[in-house]
Nanobody, 119 residues
Framework: QVQLVESGGGLVQTGGSLRLSCAAS????????MGWYRQAPGKQRELVAT???????NYADFVKGRFTISRDNAQNTVYLQMNSLKPEDTAVYYC?????????????WGQGTQVTVSS
């Protein structure tokens, strides 16, 4: 089972920046898509951004122009550069890695990293 470890969360003021990292280990079959999701207190988990192994990206409307997702396939690592942070970005951010396939597929999650944006 693929294991994911996130890092880079913390406390930042409005308008500040943070860079999240997520490293995958125990990768037997290559990862198709990697992504970031977030969950604020009392809310459902929501997609922030995803990136395919080919580098195709997808962003939630509320982060377009502020966040950038990138990936190092050789290191099985995904990053999320977050700029112009707002208090509403406060949430636990989760890394996701998935692969399609009947016998080799998986959908793995990290433990989450807290991002808090103060006003």
């Amino acid at each position: 089972q693929v294991q994911l470890v996130e890092s880079g969360g913390g406390l930042v003021q409005t308008g500040g920046s943070l860079r999240l990292s997520c490293a995958a280990s125990r990768v037997t079959f290559s990862i198709n898509d990697m992504g970031w999701y977030r969950q604020a207190p009392g809310k459902q988990r929501e997609l922030v951004a995803t990136i395919s192994s080919a580098g195709d990206t997808n962003y939630a409307d509320f982060v377009k122009g502020r966040f950038t997702i990138s990936r190092d396939n050789a290191q099985n690592t995904v990053y999320l550069q977050m700029n112009s942070l707002k208090p509403e970005d406060t949430a636990v951010y989760y890394c996701n890695a998935r692969r399609t396939g009947t016998f080799t597929g998986y959908n793995s999650w990290g433990q989450g990293t807290q991002v808090t944006v103060s006003s």
